[in-house]
């Protein structure tokens, strides 16, 4: 799935390829978006997918918490 298919999918217009994200604490980069709407992250290397509002915050550019998913 494309970002821009991702974005309308789950009603998250910020998401953007290469933003810092978040998820259940470890931090990684955002690769892309999988076929079922799952966030494709890059943790220092090692790929996982995640479910995009459960336990995960994202970060914009200067570093600035711009949504939050915790719960």
Same mark, same amino acid.
């Given at each position: 799935?494309?970002?821009? @298919?991702?974005?309308? !999918? !789950?009603?998250?217009?910020?998401?953007?390829?290469?933003?810092?994200?978040?998820?259940?604490?470890?931090?990684? %980069? /955002?690769?892309?978006? @999988? *076929? +079922?709407?799952? /966030? %494709?992250? @890059?943790?220092? #290397?090692?790929? $996982?997918? *995640?479910?995009?509002?459960? $336990?995960? !915050?994202?970060?914009? $550019?200067?570093?600035?918490? %711009?949504? @939050?998913? +915790? #719960?």
């Amino acid at each position: 799935m494309n970002m821009s @298919d991702l974005r309308e !999918r !789950r009603n998250m217009p910020f998401l953007r390829k290469g933003m810092k994200v978040e998820v259940n604490g470890n931090i990684g %980069i /955002l690769k892309g978006g @999988d *076929c +079922y709407g799952l /966030l %494709i992250v @890059d943790f220092n #290397g090692e790929i $996982k997918y *995640c479910n995009p509002k459960v $336990k995960t !915050r994202y970060f914009d $550019k200067e570093n600035k918490m %711009i949504a @939050d998913y +915790y #719960g």
